[in-house]
């Protein structure tokens, strides 16, 4: 149902969304999905360079990274969609690595 103020109750229902290489995340509001857009690339840049300083090596996190910035500003649930497949709780991931 959307309120008055134009806010999805139910996330499941949102027509408000943000596509970033195969990546959908739907938001409950345009607020929320204009913050998401605005502050994303600067927020995946920072941790991405905290985690390369911190393991001295190049680290390609978009997805962790994006997925937590989503995390932190939807408040009213959570509703991704990977590759086609829809998601709505927050993944366990399995993290690959080479040395």
């Known amino acids: 149902?959307?309120?008055?103020n134009g806010i999805y109750t139910d996330i499941k229902e949102s027509t408000y969304h943000y596509e970033v290489d195969d990546i959908i995340?739907?938001?409950s509001s345009k607020m929320y999905r204009?913050?998401?857009i605005t502050k994303s690339e600067a927020f995946y840049l920072e941790?991405?360079?905290k985690l390369?300083?911190?393991f001295n090596t190049s680290v390609e996190c978009k997805v962790i990274m994006l997925i937590?910035?989503?995390t932190l500003i939807e408040k009213r649930g959570f509703r991704i969609q990977i590759d086609g497949q829809e998601i709505?709780?927050?993944p366990r991931l399995k993290i690959d690595y080479v040395i």
């Not at 149902?1 to 008055?4: K, V």
């Open 1 to 4: 149902m959307l309120t008055i």
């Open 25 to 27: 995340f739907y938001f």
């Open 34 to 36: 204009d913050k998401f």
């Open 47 to 49: 941790e991405k360079k």
């Open 52 to 54: 390369e300083l911190k």
């Open 68 to 70: 937590k910035l989503y």
């Open 88 to 90: 709505s709780s927050i």
